[in-house]
């Protein structure tokens, strides 16, 4: 095969140096607390953007928005997850965008099996959240470092001192302030930087548009003009040093402590030191492990999995992307890799990277780097790709489904697209599609989130013309079984076994009551929860 590029021109050197430059990251929060502002001011502060605006009012300018299908605009929320690269002192950093809806959905958890370090962003005026602490667990179940931003300190909210313990008690992860506020929650008058124990102001610009200027004096400067507030602040940082909330690289790094920044985002207080956090102490993409605990280097030749595929991107041409992100080498445009699941090559003509709802080709992509492979209808969802040495990485993890509803299509002369429809966006990881055989002919749909559901009903209407009919369950809770337990489930009734696509068995409950009930007469009876299970 003609190659029109040259690998050797990427030592592992080179390879090795953009990768340390490398900072793969998602913020994780619960909606409403700052997601899509910081985001925005993120970019902002790193020259990405001009001037920081209402991303939901924004047009014609290069779009910190990553929604774009239909259904997300119609609602004005964001589905699908896409990346964000910028630049910002040296760095690289590739910003993956989680969607921020309520009701959640499993591409959240897979992007951020393809993050390095996340950030947390909190409400002062309300800590910790169901979604926060869901995105937490699964942060925690990869050992994820994260930093925590307490945001919207303009406004009126809690004490500080109060979330600090409530982070510590509630998910177990010690915050560490980096900086410290001085002033209550709606009255902020700056922050003390712990570490040089010196205190910064920031210069006001409406809403945050532009970037305002920073000023620092000593704390003694600053007691002459705002006396009580900065003794209180003074004070308070004692008691955080006597406690030892002190930053620790290794206990950040194990995903255990978590440097801590005050800010608001909106006014951009606190924005540039939590991005130089992210630039000075997330940590860059490291060697991961293959399936069989094998290390592979940043620096072996190119690898990368797939953590989210994606139909029908662009209405205009049918096409599927697959996001990969690169874990090893050089990805370079023209590749021919290996897919590790089914050994065949798979050319890497039409490779782009996103931004927002852009799309641009990309040529060259390091370690950290998410690459949008275009019409890869053959790839799925946790597929290694690899050039010249064989790797495999572990599955993703497949989460427990907590919302059951058999799906018919209402119009009998589109089966056909039905049913394409339904493989389609389930190889996407729209949704778990089970089969329960005592009605094989109607697929029963396994969802973490409604949204789901309703991204799916959509899709399937609006892509495949297929009109359909979703009857709801009531079952709830799910454990994966085998066939022995199986057969003695069936005799019990009210418990629901069904076969999932991937050949795993799942039985489903109605509540925790039966189950726990079940557990404890038949405890050797084999019932293993999922990864997010209740
Ligand atoms: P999300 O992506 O996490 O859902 O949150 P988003 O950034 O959309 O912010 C939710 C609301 O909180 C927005 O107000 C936003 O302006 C506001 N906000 C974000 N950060 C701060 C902050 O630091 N201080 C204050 N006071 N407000 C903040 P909205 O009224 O819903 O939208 P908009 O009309 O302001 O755009």
Redesign the pocket.
């Known amino acids: 095969m003609d190659q029109d590029y040259n690998l050797a021109e990427y030592s592992p050197r080179l390879i090795a140096e953009q990768t340390n430059r490398r900072r793969t990251f998602a913020i994780i ?12 001011k993120f970019l902002l502060f790193s020259g990405a953007v001009i001037e920081a605006g ?4 924004r047009q014609g300018r290069r779009a910190a928005r990553s929604d774009w299908m239909a259904i997300e605009q119609q609602r004005g929320i ?1 589905i699908s997850s896409t990346v964000m690269q910028f630049e910002y002192r040296s760095h690289t950093f590739n910003l993956l965008d989680t969607p ?1 809806h309520r009701d959640f959905s499993e591409d959240t958890y897979r992007v951020l099996s393809a993050c390095d370090s996340a950030v947390m ?1 909190l ?1 002062v005026a309300k800590g910790i959240e169901p979604q926060t602490l869901k995105l937490f667990e699964v942060c925690r179940s990869q050992n994820l470092p994260i930093v925590t931003f307490l ?5 009126p909210g809690r004490d500080p001192l109060e979330l600090i313990d409530e982070i510590e008690e509630m998910i177990g992860l010690q915050p560490t302030p980096i900086t410290w506020p001085v002033g209550p929650p709606g009255n902020f008058l700056g922050v003390i930087d712990r570490h040089d124990k010196t205190f910064i102001t920031y210069e006001r610009t409406a ?1 945050g548009a532009h970037i305002g200027a920073e000023q620092k004096t000593t704390i003694e400067d600053a007691r002459d003009r705002i006396g009580t507030h900065i003794e209180k602040a003074v004070e308070e940082c004692s008691l955080l040093e006597e406690v030892g909330a002190n930053f620790d690289r290794e206990s950040f790094l194990q995903g255990k402590s978590s440097p801590l920044f005050v ?5 951009n ?1 606190g924005v540039k030191h939590l991005l130089d956090a992210v630039a000075t102490l997330s940590p860059p993409p490291g060697e991961r492990l293959d399936d069989e605990g094998n290390v592979r280097s940043v620096t072996a030749p190119f690898s990368g999995f797939v953590f989210k595929m994606q139909a029908n991107m662009n209405p205009s041409h049918r096409d599927h992307v697959a996001f990969v992100r690169v874990c090893s080498g050089a990805f370079i445009r023209g590749m021919t890799v290996v897919n590790a699941e089914t050994k065949r090559p798979f050319a890497t003509k039409y490779a782009t990277t996103m931004f927002g709802n852009e799309r641009s080709t990309l040529e060259v992509a390091f370690p950290g780097d998410i690459v949008g492979l275009v019409n890869a209808s053959e790839l799925r969802i946790g597929d290694t790709l690899y050039l010249d040495e064989p790797v495999k990485y572990p599955e993703l993890i497949t989460f427990a489904p907590e919302l059951f509803a058999y799906i018919r299509s209402t119009d009998t002369a589109k089966s056909k697209q039905f049913k394409k429809g339904l493989e389609q966006l389930e190889r996407e990881g729209v949704i778990q599609v089970l089969f329960d055989p005592k009605q094989p002919n109607t697929p029963l749909l396994g969802a973490v989130g409604e949204m789901q559901f309703d991204v799916l009903t959509y899709r399937l209407e609006s892509e495949f013309q297929a009109k359909v009919e979703l009857r709801r369950t009531s079952y709830r809770f799910v454990r994966l079984t085998d066939e022995p337990t199986s057969a003695a489930l069936d005799k019990l009734g009210g418990v629901l076994v069904a076969h999932r696509s991937d050949g795993e068995l799942l039985a489903l409950f109605e509540n925790e009551f039966r189950l726990k009930r079940i557990q404890s007469d038949h405890p050797d009876w084999n019932l293993e929860p999922l990864v997010g299970s209740g």
Do not use: C, M, Q, W
Not at 54 to 57: E, F, M
Not at 151 to 155: A, E
Not at 263 to 267: D, H, N, R
């Open positions: 929060s619960h909606p409403d607390a700052g997601k899509t502002t910081l985001t925005e209402s991303i939901k009012a964001s921020g962003v409400d945001n919207k300190y303009d406004r809403r800010g608001s985002a909106l006014t207080f």
